[in-house]
């Protein structure tokens, strides 16, 4: 018992945002996870996602969640400190990169994040213009972060703030900064949930947080019975996201390699294009038009034997790309090859 408290345990945050997730669900609408890395899914600003949090994001993929990223990082920084880690093991359906500037999602046909036509000036401004383009409700949406604040006398808005000003589902704060009175949310019906902070104790902050929440969402999927439905919606979510951008897409089979060594002097339509390179990192593609790159992809590269990567380019009309290669020693330094090669394809 809290007596006349009313400060919320923990155990609390879990317990409400479980009912909120079941309601969701139960209203016909898949729950779409959008999280922060500093100090959210991460133990110090700037260093790479924590291993714990990378098997609490796949547990929760695996029984049918839906995940994205909603950072300030762009994809250049958030594929060395997150997605070198995330890729083998799951995708990020969709990813909200430089405070909304980058806005992709994940393509299953391609398997490529691909860039969305829609760029937003804030967090939460990512959100509801990627709910818009989906055309979904925004109340289906969830964020989590650590919501710090810049200022010293007197606070000013921070990077997480603009969410609060959406009428998102759920906003957990698990961040230290505005304890005890916590963070608020413009709409009543958002679910707020703050750590539990007194003068003596705090819980549900940091990364540790992250994951009990985490792991709350995945025990209400697996052990309610809504794994296969998540499923089936996601799969119906993503297949209806590929038709909206009208995607072409090859089969893998019958390739043609490229390579450092041995570069294609010409790609035909018809073959996809395996590259295989020596080094860890991420293909970034697109269809140059005129000088412009009217469509991106980002293509994880995977190793396919000690030294050795590969990824498919399955759209036939990709005719140039470059690499963001990891950083070898995971110092959080990737680099950009700065460097494009060219696909040149036949004339039809």
Not at 97 to 104: D, E, H, K, V
Not at 186 to 198: A, G, I, K, Q, R
Request: with cysteine.
């Amino acid at each position: 018992m809290r007596g006349a408290s009313l400060i919320p345990t923990f155990q609390d945050n879990l317990h409400q945002l479980k009912a909120k997730l079941e309601a969701i669900i139960m209203a016909g609408q898949a729950p779409i996870i959008f999280l922060d890395l500093d100090d959210t899914l991460n133990r110090h600003f700037g260093a790479p996602i924590e291993e714990t949090s990378v098997s609490a994001l796949r547990n929760l993929y695996e029984v049918g969640g839906l995940l994205g990223l909603d950072l300030g990082a762009d994809i250049f920084w958030a594929s060395e400190r997150i997605l070198r880690e995330t890729a083998h093991f799951f995708p990020f359906l969709f990813m909200l990169l430089a405070t909304g500037r980058q806005s992709y999602a994940w393509s299953p046909s391609l398997q490529a994040y691909v860039q969305l036509p829609i760029q937003a000036q804030n967090k939460g401004e990512a959100i509801r213009k990627l709910a818009e383009y989906l055309n979904l409700p925004l109340e289906q949406m969830l964020f989590i972060a650590d919501f710090p604040a810049s200022g010293v006398d007197e606070r000013q808005p921070g990077i997480d703030d603009p969410v609060l000003s959406e009428r998102v589902g759920v906003i957990v704060n698990v961040g230290s900064q505005h304890c005890p009175e916590g963070v608020r949310s413009v709409f009543e019906e958002t679910l707020v949930l703050n750590p539990e902070c007194t003068e003596t104790h705090s819980a549900g902050i940091g990364h540790e947080a992250t994951i009990r929440y985490l792991a709350c969402y995945t025990e209400l999927l697996k052990h309610k019975g809504y794994a296969e439905h998540m499923k089936a919606l996601r799969s119906a979510l993503m297949c209806a996201l590929e038709q909206k951008l009208n995607l072409s897409t090859l089969p893998s089979r019958d390739h043609q390699l490229w390579t450092f060594e041995r570069p294609l002097e010409e790609a035909t339509s018809q073959r996809p294009v395996l590259i295989r390179v020596k080094g860890n990192g991420i293909v970034h593609a697109g269809v140059e038009r005129n000088g412009a790159w009217v469509r991106i992809y980002d293509i994880p590269l995977k190793e396919v034997s000690p030294g050795i990567w590969e990824a498919y380019v399955l759209d036939p009309q990709v005719n140039v790309f470059t690499f963001i290669w990891y950083a070898t020693n995971r110092s959080g330094n990737p680099h950009w090859q700065r460097k494009n090669y060219f696909l040149p394809r036949p004339l039809l």
